[in-house]
């Protein structure tokens, strides 16, 4: 089997996508230090596979570790998730997020580059299209305007990419833009785990119908939208996970060197209180949740043009909104109380 090193694989995005990473017949390979997971994610990920699975529990920041890595495993690619990604966060450590998140990614490309391992998909996010009005974003839309460093960084690592590919004629990448990833794997087995008070909207809003918080903030319901409060384009995790296996067999057929970017969204924006209420329809459960003032640094409205991922990798979202919401419930069940800080 084709072995792929998944770093950042006990991460949300990251275990989804090794279930269907082994689903589609590639053998995933974590390597991943835990700072942002637990070993329960792993546990969880083995009981659903059914198998125990490679795991190198490493900073692949760490350039000597990462060769003892590629040395031992002889991957044939390498997805990236590794990062750090609190928004909030990246404004009060801005060099954290520098350091971490750009850093890694040329270690990285450094080892690839000596094991000559070419085939990279790397984790980006539709925060490098900033505020923009023109609606919905496709891949040429301007790109740059990241409102924070988090998102910055982002930008500058796909810039990385690309000029990394000009220089290396045999480097195969492709940059994927997630919008924004809910929900959780139907078997309740794996999901987010979100350190601390959530930043996100849908942990938030499962810990409020939890009673875990005591009332969900709607930041601002005086927008230029439907119903005042923003607009995002909200993924199922699995059909974002999928898209992962889609773009390593697109890479696999490329003659040519390629650096191409995909936006993974569903096409579909939805208003904060949309998702409130259909949370609450879908699970039959009372979200409580008061109007808050705006958050700052958030866009109006965002949602994906998804033309060119699905007539390109050919992949298409299979999970509706219900779908994320319900399963993001079932997770929070498991979860229970027990992880709260
Ligand atoms: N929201 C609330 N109350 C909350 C949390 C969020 O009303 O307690 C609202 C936000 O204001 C926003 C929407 O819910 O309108 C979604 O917010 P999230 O924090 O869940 O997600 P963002 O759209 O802010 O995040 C996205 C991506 C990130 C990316 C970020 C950059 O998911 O990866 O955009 O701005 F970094």
Redesign the pocket.
């Known amino acids: 089997m084709e072995k792929v090193i998944v770093t950042g694989g006990a991460g949300f995005i990251g275990s989804h996508t090794c279930v269907e990473l082994l689903e589609a017949g590639f053998e995933p390979v974590i390597v991943d230090d835990l700072r942002n997971s637990e070993e329960r994610v792993l546990k969880g990920l083995e009981k659903i596979v059914s198998r125990e699975l490679p795991i190198h529990r490493i900073d692949c920041g760490d350039a000597v570790a990462l060769n003892k890595v590629f040395e031992a495993e002889k991957p044939s690619s390498v997805i990236h998730f590794a990062a750090d ?1 609190a ?1 909030g966060e990246s404004v009060r450590e801005p060099l954290k997020y520098y350091s971490n998140n750009i850093g890694s990614l040329f270690t990285l490309l450094r080892v690839m580059e000596q094991h000559r391992v070419k085939d990279l998909v790397f984790s980006s ?3 490098v299209y900033g505020d923009t009005d023109q609606l919905p974003v496709t891949e040429n839309s301007p790109t740059g305007a990241a ?2 460093p ?2 910055y960084t982002k930008v500058v690592c796909e810039r990385m990419l690309r000029d990394a590919s000009a220089a290396d004629p045999l480097l195969r990448a492709v940059l994927l833009r997630y919008f ?1 990833p809910i929900g959780a794997h139907p078997s309740g087995i794996i999901g987010e785990l979100p350190i601390g008070v959530p ?4 942990p ?1 809003i499962t810990q409020a119908a939890a009673g875990i918080r005591e009332k ?4 601002g319901d005086d927008y230029p939208t439907r119903d005042g409060s ?1 607009i ?1 384009d909200y993924i199922h995790v699995v059909d974002l996970a999928k898209a992962h296996v889609l773009a390593l067999r697109w890479i696999a057929k490329q003659k040519a060197p390629v650096c191409d970017v995909f936006n993974l969204g569903t096409g579909t924006g939805n208003t ?1 209180l949309e998702a409130v209420h259909t949370f609450e329809a879908e699970n039959g459960v009372k979200v409580p949740y008061v109007i808050g003032p705006r ?1 700052a ?2 866009v109006v409205a965002m949602y994906a043009d998804t033309t060119k991922s699905s007539e390109v990798l050919g992949w298409r979202t299979e999970l509706t909104l219900g779908d994320a919401l319900r399963d993001a419930w079932r997770w929070q069940q498991t979860l229970g109380k027990a992880a709260v800080q």
């Open positions: 990604k928004v996010s539709c925060t409102a924070s988090y998102g924004n930043n996100n909207l849908i938030f969900l903030t709607v930041f923003c995002r904060v958050r640094g958030d």
